[in-house]
């Protein structure tokens, strides 16, 4: 059984950086290609960014280029998410979803953004970054 554990969310302030992790077990790590995703209050849940199998290749939203790094251990299985120059706008639960183990981090000639595209999600984490 695949568990996605997201963990390092915290109320910051505006400014402030924070790491995000996110521990799989229960599938082959490095042969899955992983995302980030996060859920503002009243709002749909929205792409933050994805990183490849290998951890060369990494997408990103518009709202987190400059500001958030994905990354990712194989060897720890883990993925992160650094967060840096945070703003009241970036509050949400940020969850961590895996895809299918085998599947590039493309999605039929486009970056994997949809929720659909991944098979495997954890339970969040939340981050509230206060002004």
């Known amino acids: 059984q695949v568990h996605l554990v997201e963990s390092g969310g915290e109320l910051v302030q505006a400014g402030d950086s924070l790491r995000l992790s996110c521990a799989a077990s229960?599938?082959?790590?490095?042969?899955?290609?992983m995302g980030w995703f996060r859920q503002a209050p009243g709002k749909e849940r929205d792409f933050v960014a994805a990183?490849?199998?290998?951890?060369?290749?990494?997408n990103y939203a518009s709202s987190a280029k400059g500001r958030f790094t994905i990354s990712r251990d194989n060897a720890k299985a883990t993925v992160y998410l650094q967060l840096n120059s945070l703003k009241p706008e970036d509050t949400a639960v940020y969850y961590c979803?895996?895809?299918?183990?085998?599947?590039?981090?493309?999605?039929?000639?486009?970056?994997?953004?949809?929720?659909?595209?991944?098979?495997?999600w954890g339970q969040g984490t939340q981050v509230t970054v206060s002004s």
């Open positions: 979803a895996a895809r299918k183990t085998g599947m590039s981090i493309a999605c039929s000639g486009r970056s994997c953004v949809e929720e659909d595209d991944y098979e495997y």
């Open positions: 229960g599938l082959t790590f490095a042969s899955t290609a």
């Open positions: 990183i490849s199998r290998g951890g060369v290749v990494a």
